[in-house]
C-alpha cells in the first residue's frame, strides 16, 4: 500500500507522497481539506490551539479510544486508520452547534475567539468521562487563552462536570431559556448539567483497515514508512540503511529546538507488542505505551502494597506535558530525549530511576539486553529498539514521594524536579535514593548524600544538617541559561530534600509550626462570582448579551487572516533571521534552498522596489525608518532575507538554509539593558517631565529605591500573519493589524504603488493587544513584496521563535525615586527619574502615557517626574495592552509600599493621605471594598496564620488605580440600512480583536434606532471606509467607533424624520420600523450614513478609571511557589454598554498582568543578543489552574459617566493595572519568612519582576541551616 487512509469529520481521506513529506495534520486540514476551524499558534504542542479529536482503535486496552492530539505535532501520515474530528464536525452553523459550544459563548468563553476550537475539541472528549470538576479543571494544562483570564472558560468546563455546582447548573438552565443558545444538533447525546447522566458510550468498533503489511512512501528525497510489528521496524532500518529517526507520538520535536527529520522515518505507533503491558514480579510496560495510558495502568495496579507507589506516579505523570501529548507521547520516546539530551529533566526517568527499574534493549538479530537506566545512557543505540520497562514491586518499608517545581502549575518543563525513595527499618534508613532532575548531563543521583543516609536515623537534626551539607557540595548544577541559575537550583533541591523528610516525619512532635513545609499548597476548585447592574429599560444597550461573535468563534467559523481559503498558485513566505546582532549584509545567498524542489525564490532588500521601511515617521508614533529586510541589522534574530515555497512548512524549513554574509560587524557585546544603555548618550533621549508645584517641609523620612520592570510578550494566540492577493490592479491585503492605514501605507510605499491600489480588510483578530499596531507591518510588506513580484498569492505566518524574536515587547522600564516623607508617610517631595527601552527605534516611545499614568490618584502638586528612554540592541518594541500606563501606576503603588514599610503605616493609609481631593472616588470605594471583603478580619486571620507556619507564608494587599483616559484619533463608522426588510450592517474603524468592539456597537445601534438587536450585522473593517483611521490601540476604541455610530444613527433618524411626516399625512402615525424604512426606500432616502469623530469632540472629554483590588496569596517558602487564593476586584466602569464584556476585559487583563508580574520572562544570550525564551516552553504565560482560586469581580454600582460616551467608561486595559499587586503582597510574605529567619525586617530589599521561583528564593535568603526538625 502506498497511501495512508483516515478520515475527517466522517469522510473518507487518503495521503499519499505526493504531498511534503513533513505535512503535519493541521496543515492537511487547512490547506488541503481547507477546513480553517482547527488553529495554531505555538507549533509545540504546548498552546492547544490545533487540538482536534481522534478516535482509533488502541492497542494497550484493545478498544477504540476517543482522544485528543495537537494536530501541529502530528504528520498527516502517522493517522492511518484515524476517525478525526475539528471543530468543524462537532458542531456548525448547517447542521447545528453542539452544547459545548452553545455554553462557552454564553458563558462568555470566547474574547478574540482563536483559542476557542482546541477548548471545544479536549471538552468534547473529556464530557463522557464523569470526570469530577477537580478533574476537569487539571485536564486543561494544554489550553492556553490569552484573553479571557479563563474563568468563564472554566465555569463552561465544570458545567460538564459530574458534580458541578448548583450556581453554575442555574447558570446553564438561564441558557437554555435564551432562544439563540437551544442545542439544535440532532443527537442523542443527554446535555443535562446533572451529569451522572453521561450515557453516552464514545467505545464502539469502527470498521478498520486490519492490513498489517508495511506502508511505504517514497518522497523522492526521503521515505515515511508505517510498520506494524518489530520485525518490520528492523527490516525497514536495513533496507534504507541510512539516518532514521522512530516515531510514535512524535512529540519529542516540541522539544527540541531546530528539529529536523532524518531521511528515513519509520512510525512504529502501530506495533502493538509495545503497546502492552504484563507483571512478573515486575509490572513490565512496554516501551511504547503513551503517557496518559501510563497513567491508567498506574491507578489501576496501585491497589497491592508493593505498587503503591504508582499512585504517586500516575499524579507525578499528570504534570507532565498535557492531555493531548500525554495521549500519544510514548515512553520510550521520553527516554530517548533524555538519551539525546542527558541533561534533559525527564520526568518518566527521574521516577523510573528512583524505583531501580531497568529498561530492556534489542537489535536487528532479536537480541535483547537489560540493564539499569543510567547506563543505558551512554548505551550505543544505533539501530536498537526498546522494547520495555521493568518497574519493581517496593516493599512496605519503603517510602516514596516525587516532586516538580515548574514555573507555572502545569505544562511546563521542571525547574528542578526530584524523586526520593527511602527504604526504612524503623527510624533508620536502611537504604536511600534520590533523584534529581535538571541539575546537570553527568549529575542523576547525589550518590555521596544517598551512601551518608544508609544506616542513619535522618528525623534528627545531626543527621539530617550533616546529609544537607553533603547534598550541598555535591549538586552542581549546569549554568545553561534560560534555566534557572545553578544557586537556585540548588537552593530548590536542598529545600526539596527538607520537603521530603518533613512531609514523611513519622513523629508528633515535630514542632507544628515545621509542618507546613512537609506539604505542597493545597488548590481547591476555582470559583468565580460575577456582579452587575443593569438598567433593562436601556435594553440592548446595558444588555449582558453573549458576544456578537462568540457561536461562531466556537465552532471555526469565524474567519481570521489565515483563513481565508487555500488558493491555487499561492505560496508561503518565511523570514531568514541574522545571526548577528549588528552589521552590514553584504551577501544573501539562497543558491542552496532553491535547489529544493518546492522552493520558489529568495529575496532581499535589493528586491524591494520601493522604499525599505515598514515604520511611517509623520504617522502617529512613528518617528524613524524600520527596514523591512535588514541591510543594516540593529539585533539579533532581525529579518534579513524571505524564502518562498509552495508550502508553508517546507519554507519555514528552509530559512536556516540561506548563507547570509555581514560586514562591518561590532565588536564586543550587544547593549541589551536600560542600565548598559543610560551609559551611552548617543542612545538616550530625554521625554517630557512633571514638576512640583509644592514641596512640605515635615521631612522625617527619606525613602529612595529602583524599581525596574521587564519586557512583555502580547502572547496573542493568532501569530503575526498575512494573505496578499494581487487583484486587478492592485493588492487585496488580509493583514493581522490594529492599523489598517499604516499596513495600506506602508505596502504601497515598499512597492512604489498608489494607495488607492492597496485594499485592506481585517475580520478579526486573534488577539492584538497592541502588538499588531506596527510591528505586522513588516510582515504585511514582505508578504505583499512577494505576491508583487511573482503575481500570485502570497501567505505568510510567523512561527512563534520568529514571533518571539522579531516583535516588539512591552517596554522595559527602570524608576528611580527618592521621597521626603513625614511619619504618616504624607509625601512632602517626589523624585523620581522613569527610563525606558523602546529597543532598537525610538519608535512607539510611550513616555507621555508613563508620566500620565505614575501620579495615578495621588496628589500631583508634590511630584519632580523625568522621563527618557533609551536605544538597546533588541527589536524596537510596542504597545502593550495599558503602555506606559501600567509601567507609570506600578512604578507609583511600588513607591507608596515602600513608603508605608520605612514609616511602618499601613499601605492604604498611606495611600490614602496621600491622595489628590478633586476628581477622585477612591476612599469612598477604598471604604466600601475593605468591608465588603471582610479585609480587617483576613488580615488578622492571615496575621494568626503566619505566626504559626514557618514554612508557608500568606499576605493580603489591597491596590488602587486612577487610570487617566483621553480620547485620542479618529474612528470610522458607516451605517446602512436596507430597505427590504430593514435589517442594519454596520462598519468601522474599530478593530475586534477580543475587546468586544463589534458587540457594543450593535447595542449602541440597536438603541439608537430602537430596532431588535437581531437586526444589526456588524462587518469587518475595510481602509476604503475607515480610510486614514488610527490604530484600534487602546480603551477607547470601543467609545470611539459607537460614538462615531451613534452620530451616524443621528443623521440617518433625521432623514427619516421627513418620512415619518409623510406617512403621518398618509395617516400611519406610528409606523413601524419596518413601514417606515419600506417608504424611505421608495423615496430614495440615502439610507446610509457615515461619520468619523476625533478627539475635539466637544462632548467628548478625559475622565479617570477607578479600580481598587484586593488580593490574598500563599507562598511556600521551601519551593518559592505560590497560589493566589482569592482576588476581589471592584472596578468603575461606569454604566456598561456589556457587563458581559467588560467583566471579560477586566478579568482577562488582570491575568494578564499577574502573568507578566511573576513568570513572563525575556532571557537573551549576552554575548550574541541572541533571544534564549523563544519558544512556548520556555517563555510562559498563565495557565487555567495558575489563576486566582476565588475570583470575585464587580462593576460599580450607580455609576453613569457624564464624560464618556452613553455613561460608560473604557476598560479594555485598566485590568492589567492593578495586577501589580500580586507582587506586594509576595513581598509581604517573603518579609514574613525573613522575619523567621533572623533577617532585620526594617531593611527594604530589592527583589527582581517578574517575581520568578528564582527571584522568589533569593530574596526569601533561607539559610540550608534552617532546615531543622526543631
Ligand atoms: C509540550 C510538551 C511538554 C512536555 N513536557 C514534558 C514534561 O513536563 N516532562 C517530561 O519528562 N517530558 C515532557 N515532554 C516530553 C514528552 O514526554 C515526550 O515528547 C514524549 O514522551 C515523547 O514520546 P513520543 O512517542 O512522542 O516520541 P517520538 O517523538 O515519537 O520519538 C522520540 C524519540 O524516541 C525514539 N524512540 C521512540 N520509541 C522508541 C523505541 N521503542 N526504541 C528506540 N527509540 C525510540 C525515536 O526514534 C525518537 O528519536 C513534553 C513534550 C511536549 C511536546
Ligand atoms: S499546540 Fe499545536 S499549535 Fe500550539
Ligand atoms: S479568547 Fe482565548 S486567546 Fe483570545
Excluded at 499519499?16 to 507549533?43: D, F, H, I, Q, V
Aim: hydrophobic share 35%; net charge negative.
Amino acid at each position: 500500500m502506498c497511501s495512508i487512509q483516515f478520515k475527517v469529520n466522517g469522510k473518507k481521506c487518503s495521503a499519499n507522497a505526493s504531498l511534503y513529506r513533513e505535512t503535519t495534520l493541521y496543515a492537511y486540514l487547512r490547506y488541503t481539506l481547507g477546513l480553517p476551524g482547527t488553529k495554531a499558534m505555538c507549533k509545540q504542542g504546548v498552546c492547544g490551539s490545533c487540538i482536534v479529536t481522534v478516535k482509533v482503535r488502541r492497542h494497550t486496552t484493545e478498544t477504540v479510544q476517543t482522544f485528543t492530539v495537537n494536530s501541529c505535532l502530528v504528520l498527516v501520515f502517522s493517522c492511518h486508520n484515524w476517525e478525526i474530528t475539528t471543530v468543524e464536525g462537532i458542531g456548525n452553523r448547517r447542521e447545528g452547534y453542539d452544547v459545548i459550544q452553545q455554553r462557552i459563548a454564553a458563558l462568555n468563553g470566547t474574547q478574540c475567539g482563536y483559542c476557542t476550537p482546541g477548548w471545544v475539541n479536549q471538552l468534547n472528549v473529556y464530557r463522557d468521562k464523569n470526570m469530577t470538576m477537580a478533574e476537569l479543571e487539571m485536564g486543561f494544562a494544554g489550553n492556553t487563552c490569552r484573553c479571557t483570564g479563563y474563568r468563564p472558560i472554566l465555569d463552561t468546563i465544570k458545567t460538564f462536570a459530574v458534580d458541578t455546582s448548583a450556581d453554575l447548573c442555574q447558570k446553564i438552565r438561564d441558557i437554555e431559556d435564551v432562544q439563540e443558545f437551544k442545542c439544535k444538533k440532532d443527537c442523542q447525546r443527554k446535555c443535562s448539567t446533572a451529569s451522572g447522566s453521561s450515557d453516552w458510550s464514545v467505545v464502539e468498533d469502527l470498521s478498520l483497515n486490519d492490513d498489517t503489511e508495511m506502508i511505504t512512501l517514497d518522497f523522492g528525497n526521503g521515505y515515511f514508512v508505517k510498520v506494524f510489528d518489530v520485525n518490520q521496524i528492523f527490516s525497514a532500518i536495513e533496507k534504507y540503511n541510512t539516518n532514521y529517526i522512530l516515531i510514535d507520538g512524535d512529540t519529542s520535536k516540541g522539544v527540541f529546538q531546530d528539529f529536523e527529520y532524518p531521511p528515513l522515518v519509520v512510525d512504529i505507533s502501530d506495533v502493538a507488542s509495545l503497546k502492552k503491558y504484563s507483571f512478573d514480579q515486575n509490572l513490565v510496560l512496554g516501551a511504547n505505551i503513551s503517557l496518559e495510558d501510563c497513567i491508567q495502568i498506574f491507578k489501576n495496579v496501585s491497589n497491592t502494597d508493593e505498587f503503591k507507589y504508582l499512585v504517586e506516579f500516575a499524579s507525578h505523570l499528570q504534570l507532565v506535558a498535557n492531555y493531548p501529548v500525554r495521549s500519544i507521547g510514548s515512553l520510550a520516546g521520553n527516554f530517548m530525549i533524555k538519551y539525546t539530551k542527558n541533561s534533559y529533566q525527564s520526568d518518566l526517568f527521574l521516577l523510573f530511576e528512583s524505583v531501580g527499574a531497568t529498561i530492556e534493549i534489542r537489535d536487528s538479530s532479536g537480541t535483547t539486553v537489560s540493564m539499569p537506566l543510567t547506563k543505558f545512557l551512554s548505551y550505543d543505540m544505533t539501530k536498537k529498539l526498546i522494547t520495555s520497562f521493568m518497574l519493581p514491586p517496593l516493599s512496605t518499608s519503603h517510602v516514596f514521594r516525587s516532586v516538580k517545581i515548574m514555573p507555572r502549575s502545569q505544562n511546563a518543563l521542571a525547574i528542578v524536579n526530584a524523586a526520593f525513595n527511602f527504604k526504612f527499618n524503623g527510624n533508620n534508613v536502611e537504604n536511600a535514593t534520590i533523584v534529581y532532575g535538571n541539575i546537570s548531563g553527568t549529575f542523576n543521583h547525589p550518590s555521596r548524600t544517598e551512601q551518608y543516609l544508609a544506616g542513619k536515623n535522618v528525623f534528627n537534626n545531626t543527621a539530617l544538617q550533616e546529609a544537607i551539607a553533603i547534598l550541598d557540595k555535591e549538586i552542581v548544577p549546569d549554568d545553561e541559561p534560560p534555566e534557572v541559575s545553578p544557586k537556585y537550583r540548588k537552593k530548590l533541591a536542598i529545600g526539596l530534600f527538607y520537603k521530603y523528610i518533613l512531609g514523611i516525619y513519622p513523629h508528633a512532635d515535630l514542632p507544628s509550626k515545621y509542618k507546613s513545609g512537609g506539604t505542597q499548597i493545597y488548590r481547591p476548585v476555582s470559583k468565580g462570582t460575577q456582579s452587575f447592574q443593569t438598567n433593562p429599560t436601556l435594553y440592548p444597550l446595558n444588555e449582558a448579551v453573549p458576544k456578537y461573535e462568540a457561536i461562531i468563534q466556537s465552532s471555526g467559523e469565524a474567519r481570521y487572516v489565515n483563513d481565508i481559503p487555500p488558493m491555487k498558485n499561492e505560496v508561503f513566505a518565511a523570514f531568514v533571521l541574522s545571526t548577528v546582532f549588528n552589521g552590514t549584509v553584504s551577501e544573501v545567498d539562497g543558491s542552496e534552498v532553491l535547489q529544493i524542489p518546492g522552493v520558489i525564490a529568495v529575496y532581499s532588500a535589493k528586491d524591494i522596489p520601493g522604499k525599505n521601511s515598514f515604520a511611517m515617521p509623520g504617522y502617529q508614533l512613528e518617528t524613524e525608518d524600520e527596514q523591512i529586510l535588514a541591510e543594516t541589522v540593529q539585533y539579533y534574530g532581525q529579518p534579513v532575507a524571505i524564502v518562498v515555497a509552495d508550502n508553508e512548512i517546507l519554507a519555514v524549513n528552509c530559512v536556516k538554509k540561506v548563507k547570509v554574509t555581514y560586514t562591518n560587524v561590532r565588536k564586543g557585546q550587544p547593549v541589551l539593558q536600560i542600565t548598559q544603555a543610560t551609559k551611552d548618550a548617543n542612545r538616550y533621549l530625554a521625554g517630557d517631565s512633571i514638576v512640583a508645584t509644592k514641596k512640605g517641609d515635615n521631612i522625617t523620612k527619606i525613602v529612595k529605591g529602583t524599581f525596574a520592570t521587564g519586557a512583555q510578550y502580547h502572547y496573542y494566540m493568532e501569530p503575526l500573519s498575512c494573505v496578499v492577493i494581487p487583484v486587478d490592479q492592485g493588492l487585496q491585503v488580509y493583514d493581522t493589524t490594529q492599523w489598517m492605514d499604516l499596513t495600506q501605507t506602508v505596502v504601497a510605499n515598499c512597492l512604489k504603488m498608489k494607495e488607492s491600489d492597496i485594499h485592506v480588510a481585517v475580520s478579526r483578530l486573534g488577539g492584538g493587544f497592541g502588538g499588531k499596531i506596527s510591528r505586522n507591518c513588516e510582515v504585511a510588506a514582505a508578504c505583499a513584496l512577494v505576491a508583487k513580484l511573482l503575481n500570485v498569492p502570497c501567505r505568510m505566518v510567523l512561527p512563534l521563535n520568529t514571533n518571539l524574536t522579531i516583535a516588539g515587547r512591552r517596554l522595559p522600564c527602570n524608576t528611580d525615586y527618592e521621597v521626603g516623607v513625614d511619619d504618616d508617610g504624607k509625601i512632602q517631595y517626589l523624585n523620581a527619574k522613569i527610563v525606558e527601552d523602546d529597543g532598537c527605534t525610538h519608535n512607539e516611545n510611550i513616555l507621555s502615557f508613563t508620566m500620565s499614568g505614575f501620579p495615578n490618584c495621588y496628589d500631583k502638586d508634590y511630584i519632580n517626574l523625568s522621563t527618557g528612554a533609551v536605544t538597546t540592541d533588541l527589536p524596537s518594541n510596542t504597545y502593550a495592552r495599558a503602555p506606559g500606563t501600567m509601567e507609570g501606576i506600578a512604578s507609583i503603588e511600588q513607591i507608596m509600599e515602600h513608603i508605608a514599610f520605612a514609616v511602618q503605616k499601613d499601605p492604604t493609609d498611606v495611600r490614602l493621605i496621600n491622595m489628590r481631593k478633586e476628581d477622585n472616588d477612591l476612599p469612598d470605594m477604598i471604604a466600601t471594598w475593605k468591608k465588603e471583603t471582610d479585609y480587617e478580619s483576613r488580615q488578622e486571620d492571615i496575621k494568626k496564620f503566619n505566626r504559626e507556619n514557618r514554612w508557608k507564608k500568606k499576605a493580603i494587599k489591597l491596590s488602587v488605580m486612577a487610570f487617566p483616559v483621553e480620547y485620542y484619533g479618529n474612528y470610522s463608522a458607516m451605517v446602512s440600512i436596507y430597505r427590504g426588510d430593514g435589517t442594519v450592517t454596520v462598519t468601522t474603524g474599530g478593530i475586534e480583536m477580543g475587546q468586544g468592539v463589534n458587540t457594543k456597537v450593535a447595542q449602541v445601534v440597536a438603541h439608537q434606532l430602537s430596532i431588535p438587536l437581531s437586526y444589526v450585522t456588524v462587518l469587518a473593517s475595510f481602509s476604503f471606509v475607515a480610510a486614514n483611521n488610527v490604530f484600534s490601540g487602546s480603551s477607547i476604541v470601543s467609545e470611539s467607533v459607537c460614538y462615531s455610530a451613534i452620530k451616524c444613527c443621528g443623521t440617518l433618524l433625521e432623514r427619516l424624520k421627513a418620512i415619518r411626516e409623510l406617512l403621518k399625512k398618509e395617516g400611519k402615525e406610528n409606523p413601524t420600523w419596518h413601514e417606515l424604512i419600506t417608504k424611505a426606500g421608495e423615496e430614495e432616502i440615502d439610507l446610509t450614513a457615515t461619520y468619523m469623530m476625533n478627539e475635539k469632540e466637544p462632548d467628548l472629554q478625559s475622565y479617570p478609571a477607578f479600580a481598587v483590588v484586593v488580593i490574598e496569596v500563599t507562598l511556600d517558602v521551601l519551593t518559592g511557589k505560590f497560589q493566589i487564593d482569592r482576588v476581589d476586584i471592584l472596578e468603575d466602569v461606569g454604566l456598561s454598554a456589556n457587563p458581559n464584556v467588560d467583566i471579560g476585559q477586566v478579568e482577562g487583563g488582570y491575568i494578564q498582568g499577574l502573568s507578566y508580574y511573576t513568570v513572563e520572562k525575556f532571557v537573551y544570550d549576552q554575548k550574541t543578543g541572541k533571544l534564549l525564551t523563544n519558544n512556548g516552553l520556555n517563555y510562559d504565560v498563565f495557565l487555567c489552574r495558575d489563576i486566582p482560586v476565588d475570583m470575585r469581580v464587580k462593576l460599580r454600582y450607580n455609576s453613569d459617566n457624564p464624560k464618556g460616551v452613553l455613561g460608560s467608561k473604557a476598560v479594555g486595559e485598566m485590568g492589567v493595572c492593578t495586577a501589580h499587586s500580586i507582587i506586594h503582597a509576595l513581598r509581604q510574605c517573603i518579609y514574613e519568612s525573613r522575619k523567621d529567619s533572623g533577617y532585620d525586617v526594617t531593611q527594604w530589599i530589592n527583589i527582581d519582576v517578574p517575581y520568578t521561583t528564582e527571584s522568589i528564593l533569593k530574596a526569601l535568603e533561607v539559610d540550608i541551616k534552617e532546615f531543622t526538625l526543631s
